[in-house]
């Protein structure tokens, strides 16, 4: 592991429905939120959303709402998923540097789809549970959402919540004040 000051922040953002999923669709990414964290500063940088066209399901209404992310968006926009992992392992050296995500999902996401697809995994072994981590350093009972973390540590959402790009941005926040207790 050679992180020593930097921290690679992920917030994925999928796929979703209210209700079951479609017949034939499967959850799958479609913005990969990223930043950096320098630990010794808490300065944020290479803060970016990679949006990623889905192939085994479109973005539905619900999930327009919830993320603002439209199919149109991704058509237009998006790259393939084995577009984004290339550049999480060139321009961000994924394997290199420990990542930080808000609970396990984005983990578990990531080793799903990459497997699934066949594709190298762009990320580290080295992973930090920034939900398990700021519930362990508050002494809370109980785990809270990214949201709740915030307000509890009084600092604002920013951007879009269930955006990726943004979100990554306020867990990179939370996690420099785990760092910094």
């Known amino acids: 592991m050679k ?14 429905w209210n209700g079951p999923v479609p017949a034939g669709q499967v959850s799958e990414i479609i913005e990969i939120g990223i930043c950096l964290l320098d630990t010794e500063t808490g300065a944020i940088s290479k803060n970016q959303g990679i949006l ?15 993320t603002t992310i439209t199919q149109e968006l991704l058509d ?3 790259v393939s998923f084995e577009t984004a992992c290339e550049m999480l392992r060139t321009e961000y050296r994924g394997y290199e540097y420990t990542w930080a ?8 996401m990531m080793k799903k789809q ?12 080295n992973h930090i549970n920034v939900k398990e981590l700021f519930a362990k350093t508050k002494g809370l009972r109980k785990k809270v959402g990214m949201k709740g973390a915030l307000g509890i540590l009084d600092i604002p959402l920013e951007g879009t ?20 207790k």
């Open 3 to 16: 992180t020593i000051n930097t921290i690679i922040i992920i917030d994925l953002e999928a796929t979703c």
């Open 101 to 108: 995500s808000y609970g396990q999902y984005d983990l578990n």
């Open 161 to 180: 919540h269930h955006r990726g790009v943004d979100d990554a941005k306020n867990i990179a926040k939370i996690l420099d004040w785990c760092l910094k």
């Open 76 to 78: 237009k926009e998006g």
């Open 52 to 66: 990623v066209k889905p192939e085994r399901s479109e973005v539905s209404p619900f999930c327009t709402e919830l």
């Open 114 to 125: 990459c497997s699934f697809r066949g594709i190298e995994y762009p990320l580290s072994k």
